[in-house]
């Protein structure tokens, strides 16, 4: 990646612009709970396990682009994050039209603590892997290949927690779609 922005005013902006990204996401995902339009004769009820399908190749791409700079692979590196972004931009606007045009499911199985302690620390980390990312990509679109790799240790195992615990958390609640519990 060459470096796009030159000026210390410029990084300062774009700094400015992840923070108020990383605030304004998790708030409007959280208020877009509170919001419910049921359009007429459309059902969304398939679009769970196409996030979660979304969540699964998500951390397939960040384990391969993982593999692929360690083995120097630097472009295939970065092609393989850009579209894990991608997957994740996609996820969430696919997971807020669910929530607001569908009810919340009550999980009803077994083991219910296990279930809250994975879905509790993966709402937690997704909300706060947005900036960790955000950050970490724009170290790597800097050139600020230190940096980059300063937060990537925090960001990867984050975002890749978030990535497969969003799999468990359907793969263990689907079954409660569409039920009165």
């Known amino acids: 990646m060459q470096t796009k922005v030159k000026s210390p005013a410029q990084i300062k902006s774009f700094k400015k612009i992840i923070v108020a990204l990383s605030i304004v996401i998790p708030v409007a995902v959280a208020l ?7 359009p007429e ?3 969304f009820s398939f679009l769970p396990s196409i996030y979660a399908t979304i969540n699964g190749i998500t951390a397939i791409l960040l384990v391969s682009a993982v593999l692929a700079v360690r083995n120097k692979k630097y472009k295939l590196h970065e092609n393989l994050m850009k ?8 996820f969430l ?16 199985g077994q083991f219910p603590i296990v279930y809250y302690t994975i879905l509790i620390s993966h709402i937690i980390l997704s909300v706060g892997v ?3 990312v955000l950050f970490t990509y724009f170290y790597a679109w800097q050139g600020a290949f230190e940096k980059h790799k300063k937060w990537t240790r925090f960001s990867f ?3 890749l ?3 497969v615990t969003g799999v468990v958390v359907y793969i263990m609640i689907s079954p409660y779609y569409g039920l009165e519990i």
């Open 32 to 38: 877009l709970f509170e919001i419910k339009v049921k």
């Open 93 to 108: 606007v696919l997971y807020i039209v669910y929530h607001i045009t569908s009810d919340s499911t009550s999980y009803g």
């Open 41 to 43: 004769g459309m059902d």
């Open 157 to 159: 195992p984050i975002w």
């Open 83 to 90: 579209t894990a972004l991608g997957f994740s931009l996609m």
């Open 130 to 132: 947005v900036p960790l």
């Open 161 to 163: 927690y978030v990535a």
